[in-house]
């Protein structure tokens, strides 16, 4: 692979990426703008009554909310680009810090979900596709089915009662235990209150990566090479390790790092079930709280996590498959 | 597609798949209209409030329980789904067509056709569920607001797949002729491609039923809907948060449950509608 296609197609995918979040911004602020929502009562809250008209037109004024909506996304697209993200309404805090604070949890929260999905999944994936029409193979692609139709937020319950209420084994909620410092908490204690939100969103990412690893599994044992592996009298897992292993490996990765929306999608509702405070439950809060700042933050950090995953997914296919290479 | 047409002879062998394709489509038909005709013939009244009944266990009366103000569950929960499924047809409706219209647009020219695939690329660039609530607030919160949501957001898969629908058309033969011809764009649309979206189109409207409904529960659990007053699955479920502690299980069991049931019936009834028009998906496994 030539450095200077390298070099060509990085910066193709930084153009890519730089008119996306300029698209998604200018989308996210009009959406905003629309809204009903008296932004100076939201963030006056129940002392509205308390404060007079004037003083009223003067926050008016400091906003900046006299100015045309054209005017007040130019000022805040360019306190963005220099990396200010504004200050968040409901946390009186730099939402650039909140953003940070809050993913760190969310990330822990997700990628063990997603390693642990992937591992499950691919090799369910394996089994049902290698044993087609079995007994195995059709209870895992019933599972599969089930798995696909079930709202991730019912199975958090469903852990809930299991778990914390009629076993006892784990706490209801929060991240970490109140009355507690921070830096006070134990591993152990932090893991206790992982574990919840960890084991539904590994459940619910296992569908995907099983039913296409099956599906590109069967393909491969559709091809010739297959055939005659098996004339020459290989089966079972050799046959899989020497043929089908590394034909799937690939898909199935890429199709993983793909899947970051909805990941972040599942994880938005496993922190509302569990109360762990990651950015799922802040984005939530940002949107009932009518706090416009880091809910657009929050809008335009998720764009560049997703699309993070799709360039990882891409990324990943060019470097690794020789046959990709040639088309860089 | 022109394979579309010897698909039709396919079908005559393996009658023993259609007529059983056929029973399942029939018993999910009559279950959905089971479930609306039983919605609707509940009033206010049967989903009132009776504190002599209140924190039932579920039993022959009261089939799911009654919550902690003597309201039956089982009525909430047929509500909901009734709710569900409007919401569900309204969503559904207005992202079919968003998707169909777009994919006809990008038959246009290469133009539209960039601006069609940008615009599927930047929906799908936000988890779907961020973009829900961000349109729930800008719509001013509320029902109002889930249900534009729900409907604006569920067009950009179904519009990709018409669209590489609508590409592989463009270059089929008879299209070129009809172009040699003089026919306009319009009418190339509306004769040659438009009879072949709709099969697609119908079970792409059918299989966005379970995402809406899925979603309409998720964004009203999280508290963007109505008043706690409403009787919607994700209302109910989020309600029943706040008494598992205390060992009402079947607060969140059943609903979900039904919800779950719902969203199996309508996936099974696209994929059956599929296999009948579709020789290809119906060869699939």
Redesign the interface.
């Known amino acids: 692979m030539g450095s200077g296609k390298f070099i060509k197609y990085i910066l193709g995918k930084a153009l890519k990426l730089s008119t ?1 979040l300029v ?2 911004s200018i ?2 602020f009009t ?2 703008s ?4 008296d932004s100076v009562q939201s963030y006056i809250g129940a002392d509205m009554t308390r404060v007079s008209p004037d003083q009223r037109a003067n926050i008016e004024e400091y906003w900046g909310l006299n100015d045309s909506s054209i005017q007040q996304f130019m000022s805040w697209g360019a306190a963005v680009l220099q990396g200010d993200l504004g200050t968040s309404l409901l946390y009186r805090d730099s939402v650039a810090g909140i953003i940070a604070e809050r993913f760190a949890a969310s990330l822990v929260l997700m990628s063990t979900a997603w390693i642990i999905s992937g591992i499950i999944g691919f090799t369910l994936g394996v089994v049902s596709g290698m044993r ?1 029409g079995s007994l195995a193979d059709r209870a895992i692609k019933g599972y599969c ?2 798995l ?7 199975l958090g ?2 852990c ?2 299991l778990f ?2 009629w076993l006892g084994w784990f706490p ?1 909620g929060l991240g970490s235990p109140a009355g507690i410092l921070e830096g006070d908490i134990s591993l152990l204690e932090r893991l206790r209150h992982l574990f919840l939100p960890a084991l539904t969103l590994s459940v619910v990412g296992v569908a995907n990566v099983t039913l296409h690893t099956r599906q590109k599994l ?1 393909e491969v044992l559709d091809s010739e090479y297959v055939r005659f592996a098996m004339a020459n009298g290989e089966k079972g897992f050799t046959l899989f390790r020497r043929h089908g292993l590394r034909n799937i490996a690939m898909p199935a990765i890429s199709l993983h790092f793909a899947s970051f ?2 990941l ?2 599942g994880a ?2 496993a922190e ?2 569990f109360s762990y405070p990651g950015l799922g439950q802040a ?2 809060e940002a ?2 709280g ?1 706090d416009v700042p880091l ?1 657009l933050g ?2 335009l950090f ?2 560049l996590f ?2 993070t995953g799709n360039l990882l997914a891409d990324l990943l296919y060019r470097l690794v498959d020789p046959r990709m290479r040639r088309g860089m | 597609m022109e394979l579309k047409t010897v698909g039709k002879q396919n079908e005559r062998p393996s009658a023993n798949v259609r007529q059983r394709t056929i029973a399942i489509l029939l018993s999910a038909f009559a279950a959905l209209a089971a479930l609306v005709i039983s919605g609707l013939m509940i009033d206010a009244e049967d989903i009132g409030i009776n504190l002599d009944m209140k924190n039932q266990a579920p039993s022959l009366q009261h089939l799911f329980g009654t919550d902690w103000l003597g309201r039956d569950m089982l009525m909430r929960t047929m509500k909901g789904l009734t709710l569900s499924l409007s919401v569900g047809i309204l969503a559904a409706f207005a992202s079919s067509i968003i998707a169909l219209s777009l994919s006809l647009l990008s038959a246009w020219n290469k133009t539209a056709d960039n601006i069609v695939t940008w615009l599927i ?2 929906f ?7 973009t829900l ?9 509320g029902f109002k607001g889930v249900v534009i949501g729900l409907a604006l957001t569920h067009w950009p898969s179904l519009a990709r797949l018409l669209r590489a629908e609508v590409l592989q058309l463009k270059s089929a033969e008879y299209v070129g002729i009809s172009e040699r011809f003089g026919k306009t764009g319009w009418w190339i649309g509306r004769h040659h491609l438009l009879p072949h979206l709709i099969p697609h189109l119908l079970v792409g409207f059918i299989l966005l039923f ?1 995402h809406a409904i ?1 979603h309409e ?2 964004i009203t ?4 809907g109505l008043s706690t007053e409403t009787p919607a699955i994700g209302i109910i ?1 989020s309600e ?2 706040r008494y ?2 205390t ?1 009402h ?1 079947w607060l ?2 059943f609903p ?2 039904s ?2 049931l719902m ?2 019936i309508f ?1 099974l009834l696209g994929r059956n509608i599929r296999k009948l028009i579709d020789p290809f998906q119906g060869q699939g ?1």
């Open positions: 996306l698209a998604v989308l996210s959406l905003v629309l809204s009903p929502i087609e089915f089930i696909a139709s079930t709202p991730a937020f019912w319950l469903l809930l009662i914390s209420v209801v069967l929306g909805e972040f999608g938005v509702l509302q079930v984005v939530v949107g009932l009518s809910l929050i809008v998720t764009a997703v699309f | 690329d930047l799908l660039s936000v988890p779907h569920i961020v609530i961000l349109i729930s607030f800008a719509a001013g919160g379970p899925l529960a998720a659990f999280l508290g963007f479920l029943s948060m598992l502690s060992g299980w969140a069991f979900g449950f919800l779950l969203v199996i996936d496994r």
